[in-house]
């Protein structure tokens, strides 16, 4: 349950600083407007057994919902007309693999560091 939160949060960060840019009149809305594509992807990354047998894992978990989150998303905004500038392509694609891989890293560190490894997976 932890890194489906971490997951989402993640996305959510990720569409707000995006949509910080931008002047709307609700905000909330507009983070939720481009955040979705990525958290069904994220979702559908989610349906893989071994990302929920070992949710914390770098590989395969966090890779799996870094590539379904990026491309179901691009997918998703693709087909329902929001844009696909190459600049978004980059950054999304970046961002969210340093952040939903990344996390996980940070969280294994601090397991680590605090002396309990066991459940992480590797």
């Known amino acids: 349950m932890v890194a489906l939160v971490g997951d989402a949060v993640v996305i959510l960060v990720f569409a707000a600083l995006g949509?910080?840019?931008?002047?709307?009149?609700?905000?909330?809305?507009?983070?939720?407007?481009?955040?979705?594509?990525f958290l069904v992807g994220a979702a559908a990354g989610w349906l893989l057994p071994v990302v929920r047998r070992r949710p914390l894992a770098l590989w395969p978990a966090g890779v799996s919902v870094w590539l379904g989150a990026y491309l179901i998303g691009m997918l998703l905004r693709a087909v329902t007309g929001q844009g696909l500038a190459v600049a978004f392509l980059v950054v999304a694609l970046?961002?969210?693999?340093?952040?939903?891989?990344?996390?996980?890293?940070?969280?294994?560190?601090?397991?680590?560091?605090?002396?309990?490894?066991r459940g992480l997976g590797r």
């Open 19 to 37: 949509r910080g840019f931008h002047s709307e009149a609700n905000p909330v809305l507009g983070v939720l407007g481009t955040a979705w594509p």
């Open 94 to 117: 970046c961002f969210l693999g340093l952040f939903l891989v990344g996390w996980r890293a940070v969280a294994r560190l601090i397991a680590r560091v605090a002396g309990r490894p």
